[in-house]
């Protein structure tokens, strides 16, 4: 009879051929570990309504769906023909101030990464791209002539345009580290810079710079590339190309006014005489 660990690293095969990032991968394998320890657990719609309400008391909404979506990619590879619905979230107006990142504090940041030539770089990059932690890798130093780069993510390919003088700072950092071809941003050990390895130090740089933990994270460089590009062009199609997004609703998200901001047009309204 088949393990437990055996039959969740099928599922990781499986979820690799879904073409599922390696972070998707390991949060849907230990949302299913989790799942099928339960004491109770039987593979049926009865017990997963049941799992759906524990779920509910545990965690915030979007949690619960994030553990929902693992679990329905498990019983598409179990060969279930049903699923678990997702609960409904009523969507946020704004962010609230204590996990706003602007401009401001992503010059604070850089300025805290400068002592950590790789860590600046890439920060710089991820913020000025939009690209996801994931694609880091496809910036290679042998495309850097090209003013592009293709990356793959997630089953879809698409280009994206590197900025005149972030390729000019990323060409000397390869001169100075003698990378002539490969990704520039790697370990010491000359693996590809990962999720883990660029958070711990994002999180570090963030402390030196006086920031809160809630603020620091990479994708929070992505939303912020979102949020300047549309201020910009006001091309809601452009920037979900952009980002990689199959979904409009999806790229909406990243647009979520600031608590400030949705304080200040608040204000504005003068309805309060």
């Not at 941003?185 to 711990?200: A, E, I, K, M, Q």
Request: glycine share 6%; hydrophobic share 30%; proline share 2%.
């Amino acid at each position: 009879m088949e393990s437990t660990e055996e039959a969740l690293e099928d599922f990781r095969k499986y979820l690799i051929e879904c073409e599922k990032g390696i972070s998707t991968q390991k949060n849907y394998v230990r949302t299913i570990r989790d799942m099928i320890q339960q004491p109770d657990y039987v593979l049926s719609k009865e017990w997963m309504a049941v799992y759906r309400n524990r779920l509910k008391e545990r965690y915030s909404g979007t949690t619960v769906n994030n553990r929902l979506a693992a679990i329905n990619n498990y019983l598409e590879y179990k060969g279930e023909t049903w699923k678990v619905k997702y609960i409904r979230i009523q969507k946020k107006a704004y962010i609230e101030e204590s996990r706003e990142f602007g401009r401001k504090e992503y010059e604070n940041l850089l300025k805290a990464c400068e002592e950590d030539k790789r860590l600046y770089l890439a920060v710089e990059t991820l913020c000025s791209t939009g690209i996801r932690i994931g694609e880091l890798k496809h910036i290679r130093a042998e495309l850097l002539d090209t003013g592009s780069v293709n990356v793959l993510l997630k089953g879809k390919q698409r280009r994206i345009l590197l900025p005149d003088r972030l390729i000019e700072r990323l060409k000397q950092y390869c001169k100075e580290q003698n990378i002539e071809e490969g990704p520039v941003f790697v370990t010491r050990t000359g693996r590809p810079l990962d999720r883990s390895n660029l958070w711990r130090s994002m999180k570090r740089a963030g402390e030196k710079a006086g920031l809160s933990s809630e603020k620091v994270y990479p994708h929070n460089l992505r939303h912020l590339f979102a949020s300047v590009f549309y201020r910009r062009e006001k091309d809601l199609l452009k920037l979900a190309d952009i980002l990689g997004h199959s979904s409009i609703e999806t790229t909406r998200q990243y647009l979520v006014s600031s608590g400030k901001g949705h304080r200040q047009k608040i204000n504005e309204m003068d309805l309060v005489k």
